[in-house]
């Protein structure tokens, strides 16, 4: 099975700030990872797919990069609203599994 | 507007079976794969099920594996997750979600999920 790794699993920024999230996959997903956002008492929300596209509605703050094993979202300027976890998931071999993860707290 | 909603959870003893269904509305039922993630209480996203859209495609956690099965009814435009030998780490809030296309990929909608409880 592929195991998800993310870094870090939580951080705490200021509004404005820049912040990035990495996650890492044990074998080579080539570009088959999507992120999620979820807030507390709601289901995950689609972010990203294909490591760097981003769904149509989402703030394009948010950006994904990498390929292969390594895997970034950057969140160019935070604001209040991005309070949140964060969860990795890779799609390219069964079963598909998630990282574990980041909480990020805006100040 | 695409909606999905999960019901059959509940509390059931160790050993026991539930049968989780998805009902969905709001889209072409046949074009898409569907989902089952769980949450543990406090804990992250685990995937545990997926089914292609002509149930010719499926695959499972392994944790769940072997106890789990999924099935879908595309005239009724549901999904359901038939769980056996329920363990107490199946206790879960499972959500049903609708893949972007018709062989397994990601989720990109959501139902609200339904809380399975399993202790004695």
């Known amino acids: 099975d592929i195991q998800m790794t993310q870094s870090p699993s939580s951080l705490s920024a200021s509004v404005g700030d820049r912040v990035a999230i990495t996650c890492q996959a044990s074998?080579?997903?080539?570009?088959?990872l999507s992120w999620y956002q979820q807030k507390p008492g709601q289901a995950p929300k689609l972010l990203i797919h294909d490591a760097s596209i981003l769904e149509p509605g989402v703030t394009p703050r948010f950006s994904g990069s990498g390929s292969g094993t390594e895997f970034t979202l950057t969140i160019s300027s935070l604001e209040p609203e991005d309070t949140a976890t964060y969860f990795c998931?890779?799609?390219?071999?069964?079963?598909?599994?998630f990282g574990p993860g980041t909480k990020v707290d805006v100040k | 507007e695409v909606q999905i909603v999960e019901s059959g959870g509940g509390w059931v003893p160790p050993g026991k079976s539930l049968r989780l269904s998805c009902a969905t509305s709001g889209f072409n039922f046949e074009d898409y794969a569907m989902h089952w993630v769980r949450q543990r209480p406090g804990k992250g996203l685990e995937w545990v099920s997926g089914i292609d859209w002509s149930n010719g495609g499926v695959g499972y956690a392994d944790s769940v594996k072997g106890r789990f099965a999924v099935s879908r009814d595309n005239p009724k435009k549901s999904v359901h997750l038939q769980m056996n030998d329920l363990r107490d780490e199946d206790t879960a809030l499972y959500y049903c979600g609708r893949d972007v296309g018709r062989t397994l990929g990601y989720v990109d909608s959501w139902g609200q999920g339904i809380l399975v409880s399993v202790s004695s």
């Open positions: 074998h080579d997903i080539k570009y088959f």
């Open positions: 998931h890779q799609y390219d071999d069964l079963p598909f599994t």
